[in-house]
């Protein structure tokens, strides 16, 4: 009988860095960069054996979200405007309002939560969250939920 599998999501900079390079190398593999394994592992300096011994173990956070909705998490400085440019992100990014909760601002701040339906996304997470970072009122996103609503 197998073991019943635990999950944790954890943050880029506690992987050691095999488990780095097996990333890499599946990224290099998967947009045709490297024709095989052996390819692969060459250009990011790893061993056949870590990248084996790794490979069915570690993804990147959007390969493993099985819903598309995420909801995300703003913290603004109260600017005019700005919960427009947040909402062409998503536009530009392929994505789908779904709800939006906006707090009055007090002291020159507000939160807004925004649930997003990804399906039709046509960029990678990281860059959207990159995106909404960019924008001057952004002090802070956090991508709180992933699944259904």
Do not use: W
Request: contains cysteine; hydrophobic residues 40%; glycine residues 6%.
């Amino acid at each position: 009988m197998k073991k019943s599998q635990q999950f944790f999501l954890v943050r880029e900079d506690v992987l050691s860095e095999s488990m780095l390079k097996v990333l890499k190398a599946k990224t290099l593999l998967e947009r045709g960069k490297a024709e095989n394994v052996t390819e692969a592992v060459k250009k990011v300096g790893l061993s056949r054996s870590a990248f084996y011994k790794y490979r069915d173990g570690i993804f990147p956070f959007h390969k493993v979200v099985k819903e598309n909705i995420v909801t995300l998490l703003f913290h603004l400085e109260d600017q005019r405007g700005t919960l427009t440019r947040l909402l062409d992100i998503v536009a530009k990014a392929g994505c789908n309002v779904l709800t939006i909760h906006q707090t009055i601002p007090l002291q020159g701040r507000a939160n807004v939560t925004l649930s997003i339906d990804t399906s039709g996304m046509v960029i990678d997470v990281n860059q959207l969250l990159d995106s909404f970072k960019k924008l001057d009122a952004v002090d802070q996103v956090d991508m709180i939920g992933s699944g259904g609503l």
